[in-house]
């Protein structure tokens, strides 16, 4: 598994129309694998994936278990959405999608 910063993993889902960029902070990283396989369709194997959560370590967890299944093009967004903790404990202050200023949407 490859771990891309924030940046690169925006540039790469920009280049790569055909990747999934999926989000992992609300499934069990060895539940969701039959989900992937179904989205990515029948060359699940080798269509990039990328992961993120919300600190990097969940979607690097689910990451692991798709590889153990066969995906061979999976990555992982380092730091996730609101990054790592301060000396405060409060995230989105020291890294993550957010704090790199990339886009998002609260649904």
């Known amino acids: 598994m490859e771990h891309l910063d924030p940046k690169q993993a925006q540039e790469f889902l920009q280049k790569t129309p055909d990747a999934l960029f999926i989000d992992c ?5 060895y539940l969701f694998v039959g989900q992937v396989k179904k989205l990515a369709g029948t060359n699940h194997a080798v269509r990039p994936i990328i992961l993120i959560c919300r600190s990097g370590n969940r979607s690097q967890e689910a990451g692991e278990e798709l590889e153990r299944h066969g995906f061979s ?3 992982n967004v380092a730091h996730g959405f609101e990054g790592q903790l301060n ?3 409060q995230r989105n ?3 993550g999608w957010r704090h790199a200023g990339l886009p998002w949407e609260q649904c």
């Open 93 to 95: 202050s020291i890294s």
């Open 87 to 89: 000396d405060r404990h």
């Open 73 to 75: 093009r999976v990555y």
């Open 25 to 29: 902070r609300s499934e069990m990283e």
